[in-house]
């Protein structure tokens, strides 16, 4: 059999450990190799997908968080609500950028006397099911201004079980999902129990 000697200069060729691998031997850590490969690659992306989910999850969660905090600690109301702030709120889904603003008046539109907080670009790395386009107002109590809703983030693949979602509930209080399934089916779930979906 022919044999790859990958012994130190200076050795006898085949003696002790140093004995060289033989070519079978490298095919087969080669074989391993591309297994392990194989194996690791689709659980980086997934993991690196829910990454990405959680991140935007936690920038709209930290922002909701701010607005009703500051509601209650200026005891104004508070506008949450798709746009930027050249152009104020905009109707349709909040992927596209959103704006933080307080809202003296509570009409939902960031007027002169308003106070722009917040101010968040395209999500680019997770994408934003258009499950809330219309605004979300907290009043000087930090209570939501009904209904409540609940926000729903996917990764490119659109997997489920990489979905992440925010429930805004009436009381203004703002939580992460998480799989509330007994047993739990690794999906997350609304506050209704339903399984988040993907587009
Ligand atoms: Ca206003
Ligand atoms: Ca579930």
Same mark, same amino acid.
């Given at each position: 059999?022919?044999?790859?000697?990958?012994? +130190?200069?200076?050795?006898?060729?085949?003696?002790?450990?140093?004995?060289?691998?033989?070519?079978?031997?490298?095919?087969?850590?080669?074989?391993?190799?591309?297994?392990?490969?194989?194996?690791?690659?689709?659980?980086? +992306? &997934?993991?690196?997908?829910? $990454?990405?989910?959680?991140?935007?999850?936690?920038?709209?969660?930290?922002?909701?968080?701010?607005? +009703?905090?500051?509601?209650?600690?200026?005891?104004?109301?508070?506008?949450?609500? $798709? &746009?930027?702030?050249?152009? &104020?709120?905009?109707?349709?889904?909040?992927?596209?950028?959103?704006?933080?603003?307080?809202?003296?008046?509570?009409?939902?539109?960031?007027?002169? &006397?308003?106070?722009?907080?917040?101010?968040?670009?395209?999500?680019?790395?997770?994408?934003?099911?258009?499950?809330?386009?219309?605004?979300?107002?907290?009043?000087?109590?930090?209570?939501?201004?009904?209904?409540?809703?609940?926000?729903?983030?996917?990764?490119?693949?659109?997997?489920?079980?990489?979905?992440?979602?925010?429930?805004?509930?009436?009381?203004?209080?703002?939580?992460?999902?998480?799989? $509330?399934?007994?047993?739990?089916?690794?999906?997350?779930?609304?506050?209704?129990?339903?399984?988040? $979906?993907?587009?």
């Amino acid at each position: 059999m022919r044999t790859f000697n990958l012994s +130190r200069p200076g050795r006898t060729p085949g003696a002790g450990a140093d004995r060289g691998f033989t070519l079978i031997e490298l095919l087969l850590t080669s074989a391993l190799l591309v297994v392990l490969v194989a194996v690791a690659t689709p659980a980086w +992306r &997934g993991t690196l997908e829910r $990454s990405r989910v959680e991140a935007a999850r936690d920038t709209l969660q930290r922002d909701l968080t701010l607005a +009703r905090a500051e509601a209650v600690r200026q005891g104004v109301s508070t506008t949450l609500c $798709s &746009g930027d702030a050249a152009a &104020g709120c905009a109707a349709g889904p909040w992927s596209g950028g959103y704006i933080v603003f307080t809202d003296l008046d509570g009409d939902g539109v960031l007027d002169a &006397g308003d106070t722009l907080m917040r101010e968040e670009g395209p999500f680019t790395a997770a994408t934003l099911v258009p499950t809330v386009t219309t605004p979300v107002q907290f009043n000087a109590a930090g209570f939501l201004i009904p209904p409540a809703r609940t926000f729903v983030f996917c990764g490119a693949g659109g997997n489920p079980f990489h979905a992440r979602g925010l429930i805004v509930s009436p009381s203004g209080r703002v939580r992460a999902t998480f799989d $509330s399934d007994l047993p739990t089916d690794g999906i997350h779930d609304d506050s209704a129990g339903t399984n988040l $979906s993907c587009p």
